[in-house]
């Protein structure tokens, strides 16, 4: 069943220049328009809608991270990312004009089905991203992006994540198109980039020997800090909550611009870093801004693991290790920064000789509050 992978979680890796594409298949109409699973939403309702809200758990809660950059972008509606478990207990402001986004690979975590029927009370409507056709989110959910990752069988979750990534992406897309935000032609323009991202997935994959190795040679690591910025950042918390699960390491992502507010004075000789960078190109780039983040911490006796661009030069004099990613469009580089980090995990993982299917104390599907 593990198709000659050594377990469920390298093979689901290596899956996911599908997982991506067949999430993105069928997704446009006759007449080229973007449609939902299931819509049980007027689509007047999802034009005055004035706030969207992202509720999550874990890994699922970074991919909502990722989607409010591109929302925000694409749709100019404020989007707010908020852990379930939060959300559903401190009195949340949601009524009939907000769009709850409940993200889910299993579709019966707990915590996140009592955010949905919370906001579900107040008047919200809830739109559900899921991996599990027929479960219960999905089902007391008003409309519905189902993922199309397959099963997931390892406890971390790997292609799910990427999947649910592109599902938000179209989500967004779905109402720039709806609310006139974007044109029929720029969406059509997106979508195109988007169906180019499988390949560079699999490009990411084809090259990722060195990172293996790297794992291999950091197993006896204490500390790894990862930073990023803009959609780097949950990039950044998701490489960390990986090593964290698999490898049992302590791992802490941060906002890279957050570094001289305080975690810079974690800084010491031979720390590993892993630094996620932004795309040199695009008119708000803080590329720079990073770059100068990895020159802080390199003099300060960092190891830096730098995940940049093709051609993206700038990083050089400052990175130990370089992991070259392809060029994508900014909003879209989660889909290819973050498969590096979980191949790091897994083999980091496997060479301490634990159990990467099965990590201690987790469970697959959380449905208990
Ligand atoms: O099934 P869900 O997407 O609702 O699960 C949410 C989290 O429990 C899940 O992403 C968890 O954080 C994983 N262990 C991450 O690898």
Redo the contacts with the bound molecule.
């Keep these: 069943e593990k198709g000659g992978y050594p377990n469920f979680m390298m093979k689901e890796i290596e899956e996911q220049p599908r997982a991506v594409a067949d999430t993105l298949l069928g997704r446009t109409d006759a007449n080229g328009h973007l449609v939902l699973d299931e819509l049980r939403i007027d689509e007047a309702v999802l034009r005055s809608v004035d706030k969207i809200v992202v509720i ?6 970074y991919a909502g991270q990722v989607a409010k950059y591109a929302i925000e972008h694409w749709c100019r509606v404020p989007t707010e990312v908020e852990l379930a478990s939060e959300f559903r207990y401190r009195d949340p402001v949601v009524n009939e004009k907000t769009l709850v986004v409940a ?7 707990m915590d ?1 089905l009592m955010a949905v029927r919370h906001a579900r009370e107040q008047g919200a409507k809830v739109v559900a991203i899921c ?1 599990t056709h027929g479960s219960t ?1 999905p089902r007391e959910s008003d409309a519905v992006i189902y993922t199309h990752a397959g099963p997931e069988i390892a ?4 292609k ?2 990427l999947a ?1 990534i592109t599902a938000c992406y179209l989500l967004g897309l779905y109402l720039a198109q709806l609310r006139g935000n974007k044109y029929e032609d720029e969406v059509r323009e997106l979508l195109r980039l988007l169906a180019e991202v499988p390949d560079q997935i699999q490009q990411v994959l084809d090259g990722i020997e060195p990172v293996r190795a790297l794992g291999r040679e950091m197993a006896s690591a204490k500390v790894v800090l990862f930073l990023g910025r803009h959609v780097g950042f949950p990039v950044a918390l998701e490489g960390a ?2 090593l964290k ?1 698999l490898a049992y390491i302590h791992a802490e992502g941060f906002a890279a611009g957050e570094l001289k507010h305080g975690p810079i004075a974690l800084i010491e000789e031979g720390l590993p870093v892993f630094v996620v960078v932004p795309s040199p190109r695009g008119r708000d780039s803080v590329h720079g801004k990073v770059v100068s983040n990895i020159q802080e911490i390199r003099a300060r006796g960092a190891r830096t693991i730098v995940i940049a661009e093709e051609g993206d030069d700038d990083v050089v004099p400052y990175a130990d290790t370089i992991i070259r990613v392809p060029r994508t469009p900014t909003l879209l580089a989660p889909l290819v920064t973050t498969v590096p980090l979980q191949v790091f995990a897994c083999e980091l993982a496997m060479a301490k000789g634990l159990d990467v299917d099965q990590p201690r104390n ?1 469970a ?3 449905t208990v509050e």
């Design positions: 999550a758990c874990g890994t699922a809660s993200i889910s690979q299993s579709g019966e975590t996140t991996n989110i406890v971390a979750s790997t799910a994540f649910q909550l990986k699960e987790l697959k599907s959380v």
